[in-house]
């Protein structure tokens, strides 16, 4: 009976906040009555982990996927956490001295903080909205204007060049769409410095032959003031299109972008954003080491995949910069793109939330972008990302900002309150070693309590945070790249808590060629983190041989130790990046493909498995019939059912018994490569393909063992450098000793003795 009212009730959304208010009061008030009775230690040992297997039990059941029986998930989930946060509060804060009572202290904020963010996490994702496309009216007279802007600072011109030709190939009315190059990089600003106007002079002259010869317009301003935000800004007081598709330079569309998403403001008055998920062809840099021994889903997967349909359903879906359909009456009404954080976009739909506007999200990738290359390109992108949310926590306190509905306050301080967790990240580093190193009491609990409420509690974050993002992310990978950003982001974090008007914006590098594989130098910090938990570790096993009546607390912060050793010598292997020499990206592809061999005439069909911009890789049952070099004609179909015929020429055959594959570069003229980009990345079906792929991961034991034996390497290779700078330097020094001429020794008789 109660089972059939639960699910009636999950077949209406409204029904959510009224479940969840009623359910959430009743776990706290038993919470509160439990906590009042004290219970022998075995009783509560088998309370919390029979209510870890309980939710091992539930996460495996697909019902409990659904609403409203995720909500008995979570609310078993929140009872593991607060029954561990009431224990950790009431028992285990003893006051034994200023110094220990400093660390404890520290130590019980930054669990506060993860427990808060534990549950600010399972409210937004208490019921994904999946949101699909509405169709335009039939008659295209009605249908909005719309502007395109792609803002360019420093990227190659071949780069915007792709983007601004997929942008001119949009499925839309022509006399409504007009696509604009917003030039950054050739203000007059720019163009009048000593030092770099000339590259100035000359890009713009580049990009306005571009735009030119592509069709689109051409703007720029006089300086660059207030950044991307003023560059936006700047071009809406040129042009007048009702709606406007924000793209970064980058991130190419594709066609019938327009057709799945601008409806949405023809049936809502209201709506100020249709955002889309950023799909990257090519993996970020912990990604491209780990992808290279297994499948691993892109990093931003867990935010565009899962965390934003979340931030749908509650009407709390944020600009994210790019792959974005803006509405310029609501842009205008609250004076443009805002600048007063790094993060003008996320800042730009707080402002437009609080007026009442709502919001879309489209889980469809129609967009295709490139990931940074580089560890330093990818931690000044996290940094970026990580001040400017911190600077619209603290100038826009969201708990407290009017116009939001509740729900919407939550959703945008967890966005906001997230990216703190490098200062926890870090605590969490060095905690054990406080005691093991230094002997301070920071965590007053034998090891029976910590098997009862502790060990129950971390297991259980590990479980419901697989349920909520095992579609888009292996387990135990967030620590990973929390742990890879965290040392860096800390002091970032923190000099924007001093002066939160301080940070300013940096365009982050997106192409980088290596020649080989280099271990990061961003590495060398993590070499702290694994020499101080390693010399941790050395001594707890001293004191457990000296001390045998602390062996319970040093089982458990050597354990702790131990752990962190581990997610260190991980996070070095990381750090490793690799050899990167192809300008344009290999896509994996599926779909058939025809080849017509001009020496022979003879038609040939096959499967393509991969595509850029410089060819298509193609498998085929056809022995010896195919050569190196032979120039082909490649045609096929795309999604849409339009046809492509291009030109090539075979560079590599392998033959493998009947099956051949060959590789085909593309034989490119300045007449058919619009017809190039067009076939590479103006289907979105490709794409919906290919993220799909991309979301069935396996093997994580292997790859978690592959990354610790690179992070060895990387300490290895660390320490041997270190040692030989070392006795490099005291050879120079005693070599100087040795080998230095004597000085001159005076003559008692005047003047020097020779």
Known sequence: MLGRLLDRAGQHPAAAPALLTVAATASMLFLLLLGERHFEQWVQMAAGWGALATLFV????????RMPWRIVFFLLGGFVAMRYLWWRTSETLVFTGPFDFLGMALLYLVEVYAIIVYFLGMFVNL???????????????????????????NEPEELVRVTVIAATQIDYPRDKLNVYVLDDGGTLARRNDPDRGAAAWERRYALMRLARELGAGYLTRETNASAKAGNLNH??????????????????PTKDILLNTAGHFVADPRLFLVQMPHFFINPAPVDKNASSRGAVPDEGDIFYRVIHRGLNFWNASYFCGSAALMRRSCLEEVGGVSGDTITEDAETAFALHCRGYNSVYIRRPMVCGLSPESYDGYIMQRTRWA??????????????????????????????????FSLARVVYYFAPSA??????????????????????????????????YSAARQP???????????????????RTIADPRAPSFKVTPKELKLGSEVLNPMAVTFYLVVGVNLLALGLGCVKWSQYPTYRDILAVTMSWSAYNLYLGLVTMGA?????????????????????????????????????????????????????????????????YGNVHQIPGTVQRVHQAGERCACGVEFLVTKMNYAQIVSFVYGDSGRWVELWGERAQYGGTLRLMWVLLGMGVKAFLQTTLSFLAGAAASAWRWIAAGLFAPAPARADPRGGESK
Not at 585 to 597: D, E, M, N, T
């Open 58 to 65: 539930l996460c495996r059941m697909r019902r409990f996927q």
């Open 435 to 468: 005691f093991l190193i230094f002997g301070l009491s920071i965590y007053h609990a034998s090891s029976g309590q910590v098997l009862a409420y502790a060990v129950p509690h971390v297991l259980a974050t590990f479980v419901v945070m697989h349920f909520l």
């Open 127 to 153: 019921w994904p909205l999946t949101t699909e496309s509405i169709a335009l009216p039939e008659d295209r007279d009605s249908w909005p204007t719309v502007d395109v802007y792609i803002p360019t600072y």
């Open 476 to 494: 135990f990978f967030s620590e990973i790249y929390e742990s890879v950003q965290s040392l860096s982001l800390l002091p970032a974090v923190l």
């Open 387 to 420: 001040q400017g949310m911190v600077q619209l926590f603290i100038i826009n306190n969201p708990l407290f900002a009017r116009g939001l509905s509740f729900a919407q306050r939550l959703c945008y301080f967890n966005s906001c309150f997230f990216w703190f």
């Open 575 to 639: 750090f490793w990046e690799r050899r990167q020499v192809r300008l344009h990206h290999r896509i994996q592809a599926r779909g058939p493909v025809a080849i017509r061999i001009e020496r022979t005439g003879e038609l040939l069909t096959g499967e393509m498995n991969d595509i850029s911009l410089t060819g298509v890789g193609v498998e085929f049952f056809a022995s010896g019939r195919i050569h190196n070099m032979d120039r082909v004609e490649l045609r096929t179909r795309d999604s």
């Open 235 to 252: 071009a809406l007081g040129q042009t007048k299109g009702e709606l406007i598709l924000f793209l970064d330079c980058d991130h190419v």
